[in-house]
Structure formats: structure tokens, C-alpha cells
């Protein structure tokens, strides 16, 4: 029994230490990143406010973690999840309150009263209405004891109705393109823009929350996603859209010194506070910069865990009604938790999943770019 027990500690002590190169190498690379492009593109500041922001992040939310538990603001595993997952509860929650604000804090400061900064003032809104209903989400999960909070019915109207008033704001200040570049054509979609932008919105944002599941899979992919995002922006170097990189690049550093506590295992889960705000800012900068498609390509972990729950319903429900019983195709979604029924440990997911959004950020660049 006892050499068993050790034998755990030792493959948990394995894991902690694999999963803190990890992030060592995960941080160098993007800080890499930021040097060389500050280097190569003359209009390029991205290295020092990604730097700060993951820096301020990760002490505001280390600060934040004992309040959370002193609240008693805790996750709570629902029962029909992976069992293992059952280790997580109490962990504390709603971390996304902290590094989320600190992102468009930042953000503002650098960029006040800057060319375009406007459009910094008008993304904050968007973030900070998500976070606004993931904080609700949250908090009504907490009250109940259960993992839900909002009704689907309920969460999907107020972001909508957000959505809405987002893309009539841009529409009407000339802020979003009715040219829409898909992989390398040009579309003029017209009014067709305000369906497409509140969709976008809608899609990211609950693509992101169901991309939640596992220590540092969201947050993660997120930096990788945003570090992407300014690039991209930096290459296409239109002159309106000056102030997205650097925005893209502390949303990433928000994100990078939240996952300092999120690895694995993890001191501190994010909540719907930050899921939605993190879907809704990567939507919002990708319908501004018109990087839709980058978005898409980029995000495609994002969209797989997405879409691997809607196959799941649709054959279960479609079975169900023709045999009788629902079949699935998948062990569990979103997709992660199929890996992890299949007996891969979180460590290899996560870093597997990291690894395929690096390289679709490489395709985006190199064919798309």
C-alpha cells in the first residue's frame, strides 16, 4: 500500500514537473516571438506590453486565489464527467474577473487618447459585457451547488442581444469591413455583416466555454491564438488597425500570466468570466482586423471541440428516433474528454492540442499571408 502511494507521488511530482518546462518553453517561445517581430516590422511593439501584462496578470491573480477560497468561490464537477475530474472539486473558480480586466486595463493605458483608440474602447465593452455574463453564470452555479447556471436559452439571448448592439455600434462608425477576405478572395457581403458578426460572437464564444475542460487547454490555446492574431495584423499592416497587435499581444499576456496558475494541476480555473470574455475579444479583434478565416484556421481546436457536440447530439438524437436509442460516436464531448476516456492523460492532451494550434498559426502565416 504504502510503495503504491509512493509510486503516485512520484508520477504526480513527474507530471508537475513536465507540465512547468512546458510552460518555461511555452513563454520563451511567444516572448521570442514578440523580439523578432518588433525587429521585422518597423510599426511592431509587442515584446515589452506582453511582457508587463503576463507579469501583472500572474501576480493579480496569485493575490486573488485566497480571496476566491475565502468566499468559498469553488468549482464544482458535474457527476456525468470523467470521474477522475471528481480530484478538481473545491479548486477555486471565476478566475477570468482578474486576468481578463487586467488585459483591457492595460490595453487602455497603453493606447489612451492614441490614434484609432476608439476601437480599444469598444472592444472593452464587448469583453467586459461577456465577462458580465459569465460572471452571472457563475455566480447562479455557485448559489444552485450545480454546474449550471444561466439556462442555454438565456445565456445565448444576452449575448445576442450584446452581439447585436456591437456590430450596429461598428457598422455605424465605419469600424467592421463589408469586404470579408476569405482564405485569399475578397467577398463583398454587404448588411449580411451584421448576421455574420452576431453569429461570429456567438460561435467563438461557446466554442471557447466548451474548450474549458481541462488545466491550461483554454488559456493555452488562447495565447497561442492571440500571438497569431497580432501577426497577422502586423503583416496585412492596414493603417486603421495599428492598435489591434499590440491589443491582440496583452490579451495573450493576460492569458499566459493566468496560465502560470492554470497548468496543470491547477491552482485556479477560469469560469464562464473568462471563457466567454476570451471568445467574444478573439471574435471582436478577428471582425475589426477582417480575420475572419485567420480566426477560423487558427482557432480550429476551438471549432472542433465545438463541433464534435453538435455531431454528438445530432446522432444521438437522429439515432434515437429511428432505433429507438440514441448512439454516440464519440466516448464523451467536447472532444477532449474523449481522449481522456481512451486513457491519455490531460498533460499529453493539453500539450497535443497546443501543438496543433501552433502549427495551424504556421499554416495561416505561410499560406494565407
Not at 504504502?2 to 513536465?18: A, P, T, Y
Not at 448592439?165 to 467577398?187: G, M
Not at 454587404?190 to 474548450?211: D, M, R
Not at 500539450?351 to 498559426?361: E, G, N, Q, V, Y
Amino acid at each position: 500500500m504504502e510503495k503504491s502511494h509512493k509510486l503516485s507521488n512520484n508520477k504526480n511530482i513527474s507530471f508537475f514537473n513536465k507540465a512547468n518546462k512546458q510552460i518555461l518553453i511555452f513563454f520563451g517561445l511567444i516572448t521570442i516571438t514578440c523580439i523578432y517581430s518588433d525587429c521585422y516590422f518597423k510599426s511592431s511593439n509587442l515584446t515589452i506590453p506582453f511582457i508587463i501584462t503576463t507579469l501583472v496578470s500572474s501576480i493579480i491573480t496569485f493575490i486573488g486565489i485566497p480571496k476566491l477560497k475565502k468566499f468559498k468561490i469553488k468549482q464544482i464537477i458535474r457527476e456525468e464527467g470523467p470521474k477522475n475530474h471528481l480530484l478538481k472539486q473545491g479548486t477555486p473558480t471565476m478566475g477570468g474577473i482578474f486576468f481578463i480586466p487586467i488585459g483591457i486595463i492595460i490595453s487602455n493605458i497603453l493606447y489612451f487618447n492614441k490614434e484609432n483608440y476608439e476601437i480599444i474602447v469598444t472592444l472593452s465593452f464587448l469583453v467586459l459585457f461577456f465577462m458580465l455574463i459569465g460572471f452571472i453564470d457563475d455566480f447562479l452555479s455557485l448559489k444552485k451547488q450545480l454546474n449550471t447556471g444561466l439556462r442555454a436559452k438565456q445565456k445565448i439571448i444576452l449575448q445576442s442581444f450584446i452581439s447585436l448592439i456591437f456590430i450596429i455600434f461598428c457598422a455605424s462608425n465605419n469600424l467592421i469591413p463589408y469586404n470579408v477576405q476569405i482564405a485569399n478572395k475578397i467577398v463583398n457581403i454587404g448588411n449580411f455583416i451584421y448576421p455574420l458578426g452576431i453569429f461570429v460572437l456567438l460561435a467563438e464564444s461557446n466554442s471557447t466555454n466548451l474548450t474549458d475542460g481541462l488545466d491550461g487547454l483554454l488559456s493555452g490555446c488562447s495565447v497561442l491564438i492571440f500571438t497569431g492574431l497580432a501577426i497577422t495584423i502586423l503583416i496585412d499592416n492596414p493603417s486603421n488597425n495599428l492598435t489591434l497587435a499590440p491589443l491582440s499581444i496583452v490579451m495573450a499576456g493576460a492569458c499566459m500570466g493566468f496560465l502560470f496558475l492554470n497548468k496543470y494541476p491547477a491552482k485556479l480555473f477560469m469560469g464562464d468570466s473568462g471563457s466567454l470574455a476570451i471568445g467574444a475579444s478573439l471574435s471582436g479583434i478577428a471582425l475589426i482586423s477582417n480575420n475572419l478565416w485567420s480566426l477560423f484556421i487558427m482557432g480550429g481546436i476551438l471549432a472542433a471541440e465545438s463541433i464534435s457536440v453538435l455531431i454528438q447530439v445530432s446522432i444521438f438524437k437522429l439515432s434515437k428516433r429511428i432505433k429507438g436509442k440514441g448512439h454516440k460516436l464519440f466516448l464523451m464531448t467536447p472532444l477532449h474528454h474523449h481522449f481522456e476516456l481512451k486513457g491519455n492523460n490531460e498533460i499529453l492532451i493539453v500539450s497535443t492540442f497546443w501543438l496543433i494550434t501552433l502549427l495551424l498559426i504556421i499554416i495561416n502565416l505561410i499560406f494565407f499571408h
